[in-house]
């Protein structure tokens, strides 16, 4: 056993003696880096033989190893702050998160006691307030706390509880606005208007125009009713963009005086986030549902058979793709019968007669239309957002011409449809021009890497024919499409580096379509090109 302990005595001895060993020689390589009087013994022995040149390069030297031992220490200095600067914060966070847990319980007292002041002044309007309703600081923050554990059993009662109150049971109506509308359209006093089912598109665009000049002092020029009224052919979604003044806002607003069937504004609002901007939100207090005009309006086109014009006045002004988006998705889905929105996720006895299960159907009669200013208050339009929709640009007011005084006219939605369906089986998109675009598609992908897409082809199928019923010719109408949904992309890919390659494109157009077609477009692009050597 002498042996072992004789064997690690010295193995141990060798050991630390060797690191001993390290330690020393780092101090004494740290002394000897640090030694100033040898090196200035060292220059000494040196400075009579140096020449001008060479004291230069003495200095220089000099100077730079100066900066690279300044370098070496804040950089050792920079390591060791970063090594115990997260000491220190662990108490701090601990005292922080104590903070956090005093907040929320008086939060939760502060929330109580409004509840019940809300319950206080809801009762003297001559309302009921459940009591149950009205839990204590002690239930909110034990029901704050099982939330706030994903999964936890405190979560999963709740979620049980939701989808187990699929039907409530409420003395007064959730929806007073919509019952109302229930009941004026049952009324045996009602009749449903007569409609003009004899007008054709053409006639519509001309008749309206000189409505709006002759009644409403409204002047437009007759392309833009030709563009209006066949992108209510192609799609539920039209923007209308320029600069202020121009009648974005009074061109729906005109439609809607025409056919007796009032547009309905909606003026954005820079708060809008989500899609209760829109579509309302339900009380838990009142045990009413808050119903906007818009939802309103939606209802309401159940009951009759004119077209509606919702305005979202100024939409850009909020993110479009914020409180508009489920409205985006439900227009997309190719069968109509599909497009239902949820207003609330149960259902009441005295709910209002077509809301089925809490969901709304979305009328087909409806169509939406956004206007733009494009200026720094506003925020740019997401490519989702004009991809569904239909853009067209209102740059310049109208001159004034001398109108035929001209009555509003009562147009049925489902007189408009037939005369959309007519024309796309009558006017379709000849085989020549198809040709055309397919080859026109394959450039883009060539040069600058866009193509068509099906959404694009779709919308400009059923446009161009609509186009051509209302008194247009087939190859203006495909202008204008590839100008509004194609051109428009090139402003997002960096003008600088196309610049060439516009000029290109305005020569194809030249050599497949016409020197004198596609107006729109090659207008487009020299506008495009000034932009870019700017």
Known sequence: MNAFFYYFYNFMRSIFGHIWNVLTAIKDAIIGIFDIRYYMELFNTYRGDLSPLGWVAATIVHILLLLLLSLFVFLIYKGLKVVFRFKVPVAE???????????????????????????????????????????????????GLAQEEPGSEGEQAVLQEEEAAEVIETKEKRFPRLSAVDLYYSDPGYEAPVYNNAISLEEVCINFRNYAASKLGLYYELEVMKQVFASFGAAKMLILQGISGTGKTSLPYAFGQFIGNPSVICSVQPSWRDRTELFGYYNDFTKKYTETDFLKTLYEAHYYEDPRIVILDEMNIARVEYYFAEMLSILELPRE???FVTVVSNTAANDPALMKEGKIWIPNNIWYVGTINNDDSTFAVADKVYDRAIPIDLDDRAEFFEAPDTEPQRLSYKHLERLYEDAKKKYPISEENLILLDKLDKYLIEHFRLTFGNRIMRQLKEFVPCYVACGGTEIDGIDFMFSKKILRKFESLGLGFIRDELDGLAVYLDRQFGSGNMKISKAYLARLKRMSAG
Do not use: C, F, H, Q
Not at 105 to 117: F, G, L, Q, V
């Open 93 to 143: 966070y601990e005292k922080m998160k104590d903070e956090v847990v005093t907040l929320k319980r008086e939060i939760m007292k502060a929330n109580y006691e409004k509840d019940k002041i809300l319950a206080m002044k809801i009762s003297e309007l001559g309302m009921e307030v459940n009591p149950d309703l009205l839990d204590t600081p002690n239930e909110i923050m034990e029901r």
């Open 337 to 339: 019968e599909e497009r």
